[in-house]
């Protein structure tokens, strides 16, 4: 992401963050504004980013440490290897370039943990977070993408995990923080809006904004915040947003979803015992218990119990499509509404073609529903022509031919449409057709 598409991003979007690391970065942003932040030649293309792998020793489920090690390739780590992924700093969609040192985005995070999942050296994951949140965009599409791996996520941090970590972290199949120092939280939504108008209207800017007829509503909410007016943009925008966070948060941990749970849903900020206790997070332990846990999910032994919302999940879909050759299919369980995308169902169809499985596809409960809107009108217009089904409707036509070429093939036939008046030609039913053809002639001799 370029200096100017990231500073549009940041003043211009919604975000789920801690309001302490806004403030963290207004210098840099600061520089930025001035056009002097450090700017990016040439096209960019899309990074590779390698997880760390962590192998366990000794007999399997002994979720033995064996230290980190960095390889060129999933095929050299070892099995029943943990892949360490990290995300840090502020979360945006897009890889960052200018606002610090190259940060991957979701996206990209996202298809290297996708890439980790699909081989069958990996056995887990641990996602280390220590992230005050980030722009909304991308969020909600992470979030799906971890609730939906094969293999068990583990949450860890050993600085903060706020707002959109948050919706990250909850995601995974555990939380674990590694000290009391350690804090989580901040779950909401928030927007700051700097309006330079004034500013630039005193140096002679002028501004027209004009809407369409029938376009009233057009940008409305944001017009009536420039006014002053806060309610229509809160109401419309960031309460929606509030409430599809905290609404997955109760899902994915449903120990939340409880009166006083809620009161951890309003935007405050717990250290790590404090939300040990409450449910934000399941327990405090070191980066070497996160990668055991991890560990202990894969191979069905953590003795828990369901804190996690992902763990069953996780733990069962390691196992549903034979050492994991479907990943991207095993990716939409438990997925609804808008986290199942069309990125995802194509992913899942490409892969089953890959595997040699043609005749069948997935689609997504909306296709299905217009396929069946689609069927019934059909069904409705063969109900209003007489017939069951197409066959009896195509039997009808080449019926209908075949009697149009039988006549039309007799000497002076003159077309097939002529009306017949039963008081001209008796019908008996088994009447030759060429005296039927005969009779219209004369008929029309006469």
């Known amino acids: 992401m370029r200096d100017h598409t990231l500073l549009a991003t940041i003043l211009g979007g919604p975000f789920a963050i801690q309001h302490q690391t806004v403030l963290g970065y207004l210098p840099r942003i600061a520089v930025l504004m001035r056009g002097e932040g450090a700017?990016?030649?040439g096209p960019q293309g899309k990074r590779r980013v390698r997880p760390t792998m962590v192998a366990s020793l000794g007999m399997p489920g002994a979720a033995t440490v064996a230290g980190g090690q960095r390889v060129k390739s999933y095929d050299e780590a070892p099995e029943q290897s943990v892949a360490i992924h990290s995300l840090r700093g502020v979360m945006m969609k897009d890889d960052q370039e200018g606002l610090c040192a190259y940060t991957p985005g979701t996206a990209t995070l996202g298809r290297s943990m996708l890439a980790?999942?699909?081989?069958?050296?990996?056995?887990?994951?641990?996602?280390?977070?220590?992230?005050?949140?980030g722009a909304v965009d991308g969020t909600a599409e992470f979030g799906a993408l971890l609730k939906g791996l094969t293999k068990p996520v583990v949450a860890y941090s050993n600085g903060i995990i706020a707002s959109a970590a948050y919706w990250a972290a909850a995601s995974c199949a555990r939380i674990v923080m590694n000290n009391g120092t350690c804090a989580v939280g901040s779950i909401g939504v928030m927007c700051s809006i700097v309006d330079y108008k004034p500013a630039l209207e005193k140096l002679g800017v002028n501004f027209h904004d004009l809407r369409a007829d029938d376009s009233d509503e057009k940008n409305e909410d944001f017009y009536q915040l420039l006014q002053g007016n806060y309610k229509p943009y809160i109401?419309?925008?960031?309460?929606?947003?509030?409430?599809?966070?905290?609404?997955?948060?109760?899902?994915?941990?449903?120990?939340?979803?409880?009166?006083?749970?809620?009161?951890l849903l309003r935007g405050g900020m717990y250290f790590a015992e404090a939300a040990a206790g409450n449910g934000l997070v399941d327990e405090i332990g070191s980066f070497n218990r996160a990668v055991e846990l991890a560990l202990e999910l894969a191979d069905g032994s953590d003795a828990g119990g369901d804190t996690g919302p992902?763990?069953?999940?996780?733990?069962?879909?390691?196992?549903?499509?034979?050492?994991?050759?479907?990943?991207?299919?095993?990716?939409?369980?438990?997925?609804?509404?808008?986290a199942v995308t069309t990125a995802l169902i194509s992913a899942a169809n490409d892969e089953l073609e890959e595997k040699g499985i043609t005749g069948a596809a997935l689609i997504s409960a909306d296709a299905f529903n217009s396929m069946e809107q689609s069927m019934k009108a059909t069904t409705d217009a063969l109900a209003a022509a007489g017939v069951q089904n197409i066959g009896e409707l195509v039997t009808q036509r080449d019926q209908a031919r075949q009697q149009a070429a039988e006549f039309g093939d007799q000497p002076g036939a003159l077309g097939t449409t002529s009306l017949k008046e039963k008081s001209d030609i008796e019908e008996d039913g088994a009447e030759d057709p060429q005296k039927l053809v005969d009779a219209l002639h004369e008929r029309m001799l006469s």
Do not use: C, Y
């Open 235 to 263: 109401a419309n925008v960031l309460n929606p947003l509030r409430d599809m966070f905290a609404g997955t948060v109760k899902e994915n941990r449903p120990q939340l979803a409880t009166k006083e749970g809620e009161k």
């Open 39 to 41: 700017q990016v030649e």
């Open 310 to 338: 992902t763990s069953a999940t996780h733990s069962n879909q390691a196992n549903m499509f034979g050492k994991n050759k479907f990943t991207a299919v095993a990716a939409l369980a438990g997925l609804e509404g808008a």
């Open 116 to 133: 980790a999942d699909a081989h069958d050296n990996v056995a887990a994951h641990v996602l280390m977070i220590d992230s005050g949140g």
